[in-house]
């Protein structure tokens, strides 16, 4: 069963608008999110966190939104521009299970076009 | 240059053949890890390390070995490889008092 659920495989967008990238959980220890982003050829870099003792986090034109109550997270871009362009992975831990062991959602692949 | 390096990048080998993949950190970090990705199913534990001598297993370990015989250093070892190892690999350190794990450039290994 998947712990870490992001069900779009896939979103396309305008550059300029909004990106909005959901994530869902089911494991209720989940206390630290973290948005992972990956080029192709490359390994996935650090985006953004959120612990769960907040509810928004923002980091420029990146903002990760917590709601606990429904287990959901989303990241939002804004503006989207064409570089960021590439797969976004949700990942969740839990500190009181070993720490680092990240459960990482399937991706979302984004698309902004010029 | 704070950096994970993974080698080879790319390998491609036969069923059976024994193979390391080496993973090096130059950050001092404790925690270091592997990950699969394979098409569908995103970024997948098979071992992770909190510091020398100390490993254990991740959602998918089976086929894998590791060691941690220096804090910089965990290779992955795939005693007798098959097909359904054929994959990318990632490498992962993180410092103990964070959560962000800095990852490697990839791996990819083919099994025929």
């Known amino acids: 069963d998947q712990q870490v659920k992001q069900n779009s495989p896939s979103l396309s967008v305008q550059e300029g608008r909004i990106s909005i990238l959901n994530c869902d959980y089911t494991n209720s220890m989940f206390d630290y999110f973290l948005w992972y982003k990956k080029y192709p050829a490359e390994g996935p870099t650090f985006l953004i966190s959120?612990?769960?003792?907040?509810d928004k986090n923002e980091d420029g034109r990146f903002t990760v939104f917590l709601n606990k109550s429904a287990k959901h997270l989303s990241l939002h871009i804004v503006p989207s521009q064409p570089g960021d362009s590439a797969v976004y992975f949700c990942?969740?831990?839990?500190?009181?299970?070993?720490?680092?062991?990240?459960?990482f959602g399937k991706g979302t692949k984004l698309s902004v076009k010029p | 240059e704070a950096q994970v390096t993974q080698n080879p990048r790319y390998l491609i080998t036969v069923t059976g053949k024994k193979l390391t993949v080496t993973c090096s950190q130059n950050?001092?970090?404790?925690?270091m890890s592997w990950y699969r990705q394979d098409p569908g199913l995103g970024l997948r534990q098979i071992y992770y390390s909190m510091n020398v001598e100390v490993t254990d297993k991740g959602d998918v370990p089976e086929g894998y070995k590791v060691s941690r015989k220096e804090k910089r250093n965990f290779p992955l070892i795939l005693e007798s490889p098959s097909p359904n190892q054929t994959s990318l690999y990632f490498c992962?350190?993180?410092?103990?008092?964070?959560?962000?794990?800095?990852f490697g450039p990839g791996t990819r290994l083919t099994v025929t």
């Open positions: 992962a350190s993180m410092d103990r008092e964070g959560y962000e794990q800095y």
């Open positions: 959120i612990s769960s003792i907040k």
């Open positions: 990942a969740a831990s839990a500190t009181g299970g070993s720490q680092g062991n990240l459960i």
């Open positions: 950050m001092n970090h404790e925690y």
